[in-house]
Every structure is written in C-alpha cells, then in structure tokens.
C-alpha cells in the first residue's frame, strides 16, 4: 500500500479509503469484519463512516459494525484512522424530527459526537466530518464546538463533505480568525464522469490545503464495466440503469470499455487509478460488498496508466475546465 499526508496534516493515510456505507445494509457484521480485517492486512488505515449510515438496518448500525470489530482487539483502533460525519438526522424512518437533532448546531454537534463513540466503541474520532453544509449555522459557532471537542481530545481533527468552494473558504477563513486549525479534508463527488468538483472544489482544497477524498468513483456502478454486465448473467441497476438508458451516456461507456479492454484493463480498476494521477486527490473512497470488489481496489493502487490511456479518457469524458475560464473569457 500507498501511503501520503492528508491535506496539509502531519497524518498519514492510505492511498484508498474504506467505506463502509454497505456494513449492515447490504453486508452483515461477520462479512464486514473479514472486509475490515482483508482490508488492514493490506495496508489501507483510512475508514470512512457516518453517524447516519445503516439505512434498511437502523441508522448508526454501521457505526456499530466497526464498533465491535475494534473490540476483537489486535491493535485494530490503533492502526486505523478513523473518520465519520455529522449532520443528518438519527431518528428512525417515518418519526417526526425533533427540534435540534440534526445539522451543525453546537448542540447536535456534542450530542452526536457522544453518539458515535458509544457506538464506535473508542473515545475519539480522528477527522469528525461536516457530511453537507448547515446554512443555518454559522462558522463561528461550528469552531467553538469542534475547539471544545478537540481539547476534550475527543476528536482530533475536522473535514468536510459536499461543500462547495466558497464554503470551504468561508469556513477555514473564520477559522483563521479564531486561532484554529480549520477543514483538513473534503469529501466530494469526483469520478471520470462527473468531474464538476474540477472547477471549485479541487483548487479551494489545495488552496487551503485539504485532502480530497472522491465518493462514488464509479459513480454508482457506471464505470465498473456496466455494459459488459447487461450483456453477462449480471444486470446494472440504480444510478448505472438509470444513466444506461440515455443514449449519449450509453455510447459514452461503450466508449470508455472499448478503451480500457483495448488496453487490456479492468473498467473499475482505471476509473480508480484515473482518480489517483488528479492533482489534490489524497484517497478514493471504496465500499466493497464482497472481498473480490475490495482486491480489485486494492490492485489499482499499484496501476499505472500510459500518457496515451490518460489522453484518451480526456477525450471521453472531458472535464469542465477551471473556473472562470470555462465560462468567462
């Protein structure tokens, strides 16, 4: 495994991300284990969660997974870093919200905090991440909380998820102000077929010295080799199906397998080691089902792409190009 510094942290993380959106949803807490422990073996130490994740299994289940998984002992707390989010709400399906559960307010911030350590089963959280901006909060009220927190030594440091450019500026300015360390990472979606993040979010996190963490980096299965499971026993469905149908998007995939299998390469493990050659790019979150979708991540770390590949891709899925030049003069 690869190894580099999140954002401008003295913290070192793998060159993948775990996540773990799946434990307890989609795949049950003994696979989830051999997941974590396959995954540990081979040298990835960054975990990604949410407070929230655990969707069809309760939410906060998948905090729970890992939770126990850590208890088995092993040094397993101690190798990883750990990250998780706060801003959705815990109530369960189909309950009325109650006031001050959910967001960024210094309230839900310390009643979630205390929350996911119970379920994690640690006393801190290494990068405790804003999941979505909170448009009725203000910075200043965030740092206080989050500066509380790190003197408790709770959690050590803080990140972002979804957070548009100027978001990213506005929070780490007003944390300047007040003496504090500010965003070290953001979480973004960023694939070879939704590169939007290319125009703000990317320079606002180098600017400001974030790590970027791309979700979705086969953007729900589309570049996966999604054709050549429709045309397999296997079927495409969510955002992949959905996608597939527009002509445009179908003969843009065809094109990019057509690619990939002229070079000899898996359509996934490219998608992936397309994301680690973007500038600013620290991991690449994967949230594998089975261990053989986490041994083909685990491959394209060590991928590395010809100039001609690289090119070729450009021409495919072309990206937006830098702000304001791809829409001003």
Same mark, same amino acid.
């Given at each position: 495994m690869k190894y580099t510094q999140l954002g401008r942290t003295g913290l070192k993380v793998s060159r993948l991300t775990l996540g773990t959106m799946n434990f307890g949803p989609f795949t049950n807490e003994p696979d989830s284990h051999s997941l974590m422990d396959t995954a540990l073996d081979a040298g990835v130490n960054y975990f990604d969660t949410a407070n929230v994740y655990g969707q069809g299994a309760g939410k906060g289940r998948t905090e729970e997974i890992i939770g126990t998984w850590f208890t088995q002992g092993g040094?397993?707390?101690? &190798?990883?870093?750990?990250?998780? &989010?706060?801003? %959705?709400?815990?109530?369960?399906?189909?309950?009325?919200?109650?006031?001050?559960?959910?967001?960024?307010?210094? +309230?839900?911030?310390?009643?979630?905090?205390?929350?996911?350590?119970?379920? +994690?089963?640690?006393?801190?959280?290494?990068?405790?991440? @804003?999941?979505?901006?909170?448009?009725?909060?203000? @910075?200043?009220?965030?740092?206080?909380?989050?500066?509380?927190?790190?003197?408790?030594? &709770?959690?050590?440091?803080?990140?972002?998820?979804? *957070?548009?450019?100027? &978001?990213?500026?506005?929070?780490?300015?007003?944390?300047?102000?007040? %003496?504090? *360390? %500010?965003?070290?990472?953001e979480q973004c979606l960023y694939n070879l077929a939704a590169r939007d993040a290319e125009m703000e979010v990317l320079p606002a996190a180098q600017e400001y010295g974030l790590g970027v963490i791309p979700w979705s980096p086969l953007h729900g299965g589309l570049l996966g080799g999604a054709l050549k499971k429709q045309e397999g026993a296997r079927r495409s469905g969510g955002r992949a199906a959905a996608e597939l149908a527009k002509p445009e998007v179908r003969a843009q995939v065809q094109a990019y397998e057509d690619l990939v299998d002229k070079h000899g390469l898996e359509p996934g493990e490219v998608a992936l080691a397309w994301l680690l050659t973007?500038?600013?790019?620290?991991?690449?979150?994967?949230?594998?089902?089975?261990?053989?979708?986490?041994?083909?991540? +685990?491959?394209?770390?060590?991928?590395?792409?010809?100039?001609?590949?690289?090119?070729?891709?450009?021409?495919?899925?072309?990206?937006?190009?830098?702000?304001?030049?791809?829409?001003?003069?």
């Amino acid at each position: 495994m690869k190894y580099t510094q999140l954002g401008r942290t003295g913290l070192k993380v793998s060159r993948l991300t775990l996540g773990t959106m799946n434990f307890g949803p989609f795949t049950n807490e003994p696979d989830s284990h051999s997941l974590m422990d396959t995954a540990l073996d081979a040298g990835v130490n960054y975990f990604d969660t949410a407070n929230v994740y655990g969707q069809g299994a309760g939410k906060g289940r998948t905090e729970e997974i890992i939770g126990t998984w850590f208890t088995q002992g092993g040094e397993r707390r101690d &190798k990883v870093v750990l990250a998780t &989010k706060v801003y %959705g709400n815990m109530t369960a399906d189909g309950e009325a919200v109650w006031p001050n559960h959910d967001r960024l307010s210094a +309230l839900n911030i310390r009643r979630a905090v205390e929350a996911s350590l119970r379920r +994690l089963q640690t006393d801190y959280i290494d990068v405790y991440q @804003f999941h979505h901006i909170d448009r009725h909060t203000p @910075f200043e009220e965030i740092w206080q909380a989050v500066d509380v927190l790190v003197q408790q030594g &709770k959690i050590l440091y803080a990140g972002s998820s979804n *957070f548009p450019g100027y &978001k990213i500026a506005q929070a780490n300015e007003i944390a300047a102000r007040r %003496g504090t *360390f %500010g965003l070290v990472s953001e979480q973004c979606l960023y694939n070879l077929a939704a590169r939007d993040a290319e125009m703000e979010v990317l320079p606002a996190a180098q600017e400001y010295g974030l790590g970027v963490i791309p979700w979705s980096p086969l953007h729900g299965g589309l570049l996966g080799g999604a054709l050549k499971k429709q045309e397999g026993a296997r079927r495409s469905g969510g955002r992949a199906a959905a996608e597939l149908a527009k002509p445009e998007v179908r003969a843009q995939v065809q094109a990019y397998e057509d690619l990939v299998d002229k070079h000899g390469l898996e359509p996934g493990e490219v998608a992936l080691a397309w994301l680690l050659t973007r500038p600013g790019v620290t991991a690449p979150i994967v949230g594998p089902r089975t261990a053989e979708q986490l041994a083909s991540a +685990l491959r394209a770390v060590d991928l590395e792409l010809p100039r001609e590949l690289l090119d070729s891709l450009d021409e495919i899925f072309p990206g937006p190009g830098p702000s304001p030049e791809s829409f001003a003069w």
